[in-house]
T-cell receptor, first 118, second 112 residues
C-alpha cells in the first residue's frame, strides 16, 4: 500500500518569509498528487493538484508545487506567506490503477501545522 | 450553493448509542467517501462508494455502515458508539475514483 510522508509536523514562520513544505510518497506506479489546506475549524479545501504535464503546478493563493518523479516528491512552496496562511496542510496521493487503486481513497500525509506570526 | 453538505455539524452522545450522519452532494459526482480525522488531525479513508460498489477499509469496525439511497447521498450509520469513535468525520465526493475530491464541512462527533 502507498504511504505519504510530510517531513515537518509544525512550522512557524514570520510574515513575508518563504515557505517550503516537504511531501514524499511511496508507490512505484503513476499517481495523482494533491495538496489540501484546512483552515482552523473549517473543512479541507484543494490548494492544487498534479495529474500530468508540467511538473510545476500553480494553485490558489499564490501556492505552487513541484513534482519530482525521481525523488517521489511533491513539495509545496510559497514565496511570501501571510498571516492568513495559518492552517493545516495535507499532502495526498491517489494511485492510478484500477486493481484496488482509486477505490482506496486518498492516502493523506499526517499534515503540517503552519503558524504564521505577524 | 454548498457543494458537499453534512448534517449535523456537531454530535454529542453517550456510549452505546446509535447515530447517523448525513451527507449530500449537488455536484453530480458518481463517487462518495467517508473519512475520519482523529485528534492528531490524521485523515484516513473509511469507505468509498462508486456506482453502487462499496469499498470498505478493512480497519473500519463493522459497527460503521454506510448507506446510499441515491447517487447524491451517502449516509454513515454508527452502532454502539464507543469513546474511540470521537473524531471529525468528513464526507467527500468526486467525479470518479481518480478525480479531485471535494470535502464537506465535517461532523464533529463526541462520545461521552
Amino acid at each position: 500500500a502507498q504511504s505519504v510522508s510530510q517531513h515537518n509536523h509544525h512550522v512557524i514562520l514570520s510574515e513575508a518569509a518563504s515557505l517550503e513544505l516537504g511531501c514524499n510518497y511511496s508507490y512505484g506506479g503513476t499517481v495523482n498528487l494533491f495538496w489540501y489546506v484546512q483552515y482552523p475549524g473549517q473543512h479541507l479545501q484543494l490548494l492544487l493538484k498534479y495529474f500530468s504535464g508540467d511538473p510545476l503546478v500553480k494553485g490558489i493563493k499564490g501556492f505552487e508545487a513541484e513534482f519530482i518523479k525521481s525523488k517521489f516528491s511533491f513539495n509545496l512552496r510559497k514565496p511570501s506567506v501571510q498571516w492568513s496562511d495559518t492552517a493545516e496542510y495535507f499532502c495526498a496521493v491517489n494511485p492510478l490503477t484500477y486493481s484496488g487503486g482509486g477505490a482506496d481513497g486518498l492516502t493523506f500525509g499526517k499534515g503540517t501545522h503552519l503558524i504564521i506570526q505577524p | 450553493d454548498t457543494a458537499v453538505s453534512q448534517t449535523p455539524k456537531y454530535l454529542v452522545t453517550q456510549m452505546g448509542n446509535d447515530k447517523s450522519i448525513k451527507c449530500e452532494q449537488n455536484l453530480g459526482h458518481d463517487t462518495m467517501y467517508w473519512y475520519k480525522q482523529d485528534s492528531k488531525k490524521f485523515l484516513k479513508i473509511m469507505f468509498s462508494y462508486n456506482n453502487k460498489e462499496l469499498i470498505i477499509n478493512e480497519t473500519v469496525p463493522n459497527r460503521f455502515s454506510p448507506k446510499s439511497p441515491d447517487k447524491a447521498h451517502l449516509n454513515l450509520h454508527i452502532n454502539s458508539l464507543e469513546l474511540g469513535d470521537s473524531a471529525v468525520y468528513f464526507c467527500a465526493s468526486s467525479q470518479d475514483l481518480l478525480e479531485t475530491q471535494y470535502f464537506g464541512p465535517g461532523t464533529r462527533l463526541l462520545v461521552l
